[in-house]
């Protein structure tokens, strides 16, 4: 109890009790027993404690939530592609589209054999032709049958700047070649299909080299479809595209660089190289790429693919850097090595794509087998045997007998070329661009010299008709013009005429078409 309301209660009881006993002092004593007061309780009262006070509690500082931070994605730098993607051709449906003016009789003619060659800067023929005459930037495809050797047929013409990429099927009805122009609206590769008489761009292209490969545009033997390289971005793929720019097909797609496409001779397949064994893909980010870790490739594995199918299976183990090529419908050939880079050896291959068998060719102790030429049998081969000091040419058989050795006939190095008649019984050798020393010379399948002429005219790159019949091969002759002409001999070597010294410029042999 509070001790104002306690000092209260005790003022009042002691009050009450003085009024009673002055009302006992006034009346008349009554007799009673005494009683003994009890003592007045004493209210003790317990008094709540104090409080004392309490020390004003110094706030604590207000604490700064933390919050929980969520976590931060690190954002990973995407790397530029060491591989920089390349600008990818789209083909085009036969745009800039002119007709030509190709006899109509063309297709009737072709059905035996028919030679193809190239004039550029056809001048004047006005005075001695050995005389200057104004040039021009002119070059003209023509066409010529060797029974008829004085009626060369023009077929196309276009800038000088094209060269030597023109592209014809072994019918000769089918024609790619290469537009070079600064305007890109019609620089690029066309066709010309000779069934309707029109040229036309199928690829805005600027040059056949991709990706730092020059690999040429092959037909199939029908004429019918066309296999061109094209980068497809980070690697090389091969194409095929029909005769008049319709269906264009990736027909590899693979990833890896795949080129060098040769159709065999039925059709049914398409031999190519491709680096697929070593770099699965280009692309980065894909499984097993190659992108930022090697250089590019300039060679690969040999692959042949059933065009009907797409099936692609491996020809060979060794790395090859030049173009493959059909013997026949079974056998192919290949060379691994390349001196050129700094290889010891270059060694020549054939296999069976039936089969599956390849075989080395080992003989002797020559390491550099070049400039070879398979009889169409893959029977016997004949190469230049190249030494520190000279070179030879080596006739040998499949199994690496040696046949015979020729030491009297000395070319440089890949200076020589050899071609076999279609039936293996005859093999022209003669040289090769202008370092051509000797005159025509043919000789048997057991290297029995068949003709052996002195020049004039002197025999360059020598080729069989495909009937056997006749022998095509460049030379010059120092006592018209100096320049290189087209000449035609029998299949012997002998009766050589000049098939193209009405003409002025110069001469480029495209090779046997038709038959």
Not at 189 to 194: A, K, S, T
Not at 341 to 362: H, K, N
């Amino acid at each position: 109890m509070p001790l104002r309301l306690y000092n209260r209660v005790r003022a009042a009881l002691v009050l009450i009790a003085l009024i009673s006993a002055a009302c006992n002092m006034t009346a008349a004593p009554t007799v009673t027993p005494t009683a003994t007061p009890t003592d007045i309780p004493t209210l003790t009262l317990t008094p709540s404690p104090t409080p004392q006070p309490t020390d004003t509690p110094t706030p604590t500082l207000t604490p700064t939530a933390t919050l929980t931070p969520s976590l931060t994605p690190t954002f990973t730098i995407t790397p530029t592609p060491s591989n920089t993607p390349g600008l990818v051709a789209t083909f085009t449906y036969y745009d800039n589209t002119n007709f030509i003016d190709a006899p109509d009789n063309i297709l009737s003619l072709l059905a035996s054999p028919m030679l193809a060659y190239l004039n550029t800067n056809n001048r004047d023929t006005v005075g001695d032709a050995r005389t200057p005459q104004p040039g021009n930037d002119v070059e003209v495809l023509y066409y010529v049958s060797p029974t008829a050797p004085n009626g060369r047929i023009p077929i196309l013409q276009f800038e000088a700047s094209t060269g030597t990429d023109v592209f014809i099927s072994r019918n000769g009805s089918s024609i790619a070649y290469m537009r070079p122009s600064t305007n890109p609206a019609v620089s690029g590769l066309y066709l010309v299909d000779l069934e309707i008489g029109i040229t036309g761009r199928i690829l805005p292209l600027d040059t056949l080299t991709q990706r730092g490969i020059y690999s040429e545009p092959v037909w199939s033997p029908d004429g019918e479809q066309l296999a061109v390289v094209l980068s497809t971005g980070y690697d090389l793929d091969i194409f095929t595209v029909r005769h008049d720019g319709t269906n264009p097909t990736n027909i590899t797609n693979h990833g890896s660089y795949d080129f060098f496409p040769s159709w065999s001779p039925d059709g049914q397949y398409l031999l190519f190289v491709s680096d697929r064994l070593r770099c699965p893909s280009w692309i980065p980010g894909e499984p097993g790429t190659c992108d930022g870790s090697t250089d590019t490739p300039t060679g690969g594995n040999v692959f042949v693919m059933e065009v009907a199918t797409r099936q692609v299976r491996q020809v060979s183990d060794v790395w090859v850097s030049e173009p493959p090529r059909w013997l026949n419908p079974r056998q192919v050939v290949y060379a691994a090595g390349d001196p050129l880079f700094g290889d010891p050896e270059r060694s020549l291959w054939i296999t069976d794509i039936v089969s599956g068998d390849s075989r080395q060719l080992l003989n002797g102790t020559d390491p550099l087998k070049l400039a070879e030429s398979w009889s169409p049998t893959g029977q016997q081969v004949i190469y230049q045997a190249a030494g520190s000091t000279s070179t030879e040419i080596v006739l040998a058989g499949v199994g690496g007998d040696e046949i015979g050795r020729i030491r009297d006939l000395i070319f440089t190095r890949y200076g020589m070329s050899a071609a076999w008649s279609p039936d293996g019984t005859r093999i022209a050798i003669g040289g090769i661009g202008s370092d051509c020393p000797y005159g025509v010379i043919v000789y048997d399948s057991n290297l029995n010299n068949i003709a052996s002429g002195s020049p004039p005219p002197s025999m360059c790159e020598p080729a069989f008709s495909p009937d056997g019949r006749w022998i095509s091969f460049t030379g010059v002759n120092p006592n018209i013009d100096g320049r290189m002409d087209v000449y035609i001999a029998n299949s012997n070597g002998f009766g050589a005429s000049n098939i193209t010294g009405a003409l002025r410029g110069n001469i480029h042999l495209v090779g046997w078409i038709g038959g």
